[in-house]
């Protein structure tokens, strides 16, 4: 009768992890898809907002800025913070406070206000970011790692294609405010997802003497913003090298201050939010300068390649299209390909080739740009892409 229960008991636990595995892969999906939302879709719509609120593009440029700071600033913080009070916690946190922001961008009634909640939007999306690979990883047995991660990136690939078309149907037929709203739906489920997955979470091990780095983390923040504010127009007189030399400069050198200082107090303090020996591990190293790569890459092909095909090909916007949705249709296969080999073959050449394969075809772009046709420059984003 005990090996009946304790059959029984097992098997229950075990049907329990499937649930909360799948559940936690979904949401994180979701949550992801969300995330990416708040990008290239904006993108799409910001002229219109600036528009309506009288502003020029250099002042509505901060939607998007403010956005991306924060989401800089604050996912190392958001992921020490999942560590010591619970990923999902925090994980729902942030789902909740980036549906709220969504709802409240939606009603913005100036500017000034967009780009605030806009930087709330941000704040949230870093809690979403800073737990979600983590909460990932944790569900999902090593065998299937590769796959189940691809499914985030894959997840955000869709919401890119969607949220441009999205977008621009919003701004043709209803309003730019439409495509706030939409989300919220979205967002609601992904608040449910995060409550099964707080509910269901097998219990964790507690974390003796782990704190928040609060120094650390404000360091931090305000290291990045300082390098964002010394690549914007914030001096007198001309945009030109010579009328914001000293500007430029000089916020520079503060950024380059604040990191030494960073790594000096992250070297001393028990819990440091960098952990800084982790960097002598050279995978560690490596994947994080390969993400580095990635989503400058990334950044360049959305925001650089529709100025190249516009103003240097002189083509009508369509092209751009285009070449846009061509890109975002690899970025939804090629992961689901790339985490199907490595969970196979585990291969050392993964990494390599696919690094190759940026900077070749990168470069290529980088010196040869308007001198390309409009197919070679679409084939070899889609190279990078495919990297």
Do not use: C
């Not at 992890?17 to 949401?27: F, P, Y």
């Not at 999306?125 to 991660?149: D, H, K, M, N, Y």
């Not at 269901?200 to 704190?211: C, D, E, I, V, Y």
């Amino acid at each position: 009768m005990h090996s009946v229960f304790t059959e029984i008991r097992d098997s229950t636990a075990r049907a329990g992890l499937r649930g909360h595995r799948l559940t936690a892969l979904m949401g994180a999906a979701l949550a992801y898809f969300m995330v990416q939302f708040g990008m290239v879709p904006v993108a799409v719509v910001l002229p219109t907002v600036a528009s309506e609120f009288h502003v020029d593009m250099a002042h509505a440029g901060w939607a998007m800025t403010s956005y991306l700071l924060m989401l800089a600033a604050l996912a190392l913080p958001a992921g020490r913070l999942g560590d010591v009070l619970g990923l999902h916690k925090v994980f729902l946190a942030g789902v909740v406070v980036f549906g709220v922001a969504t709802a409240l961008t939606g009603l913005a009634a100036s500017m000034e206000q967009f780009i605030a909640l806009r930087a709330l939007q941000g704040a949230g999306g870093a809690l979403i970011l800073g737990t979600t690979l983590a909460i990932t990883a944790s569900v999902v047995p090593e065998s299937q790692r590769g796959r189940a991660l691809a499914s985030t990136a894959i997840a955000a690939s869709v919401s890119g294609m969607v949220g441009s078309v999205g977008a621009g149907l919003a701004v043709t037929y209803l309003s730019w405010r439409w495509l706030f709203f939409l989300v919220l739906p979205l967002a609601a489920l992904t608040a449910k997802l995060g409550v099964d997955m707080l509910r269901t979470a097998p219990p964790a091990s507690p974390k003796k003497g782990l704190r928040m780095d609060v120094l650390g983390a404000v360091l931090f923040s305000v290291m990045l913003a300082t390098l964002v504010m010394s690549f914007n127009h914030f001096h007198d007189g001309p945009e030109t090298f010579e009328a914001g030399f000293a500007y430029h400069t000089t916020l520079q050198v503060a950024t380059a201050v604040l990191f030494v200082v960073l790594l000096v107090v992250e070297s001393r303090v028990a819990n440091p939010l960098l952990v800084l020996p982790n960097f002598r591990n050279g995978l560690f190293s490596a994947t994080v300068a390969a993400n580095v790569v990635v989503h400058m890459t990334m950044a360049s092909m959305f925001f650089l390649l529709p100025f190249v095909i516009q103003r240097g090909m002189v083509l009508p916007a369509l092209y751009i299209s285009a070449a846009l949705v061509s890109r975002q249709v690899l970025d939804i296969s090629a992961p689901a390909l790339a985490g199907w080999l490595y969970d196979k073959t585990r291969s050392p050449l993964l990494r390599p080739v696919s690094m190759a394969l940026i900077s070749v075809s990168m470069l290529a772009m980088a010196i040869l740009a308007t001198d390309l046709s409009y197919v070679t420059l679409v084939a070899l984003t889609v190279v990078a892409g495919f990297g």
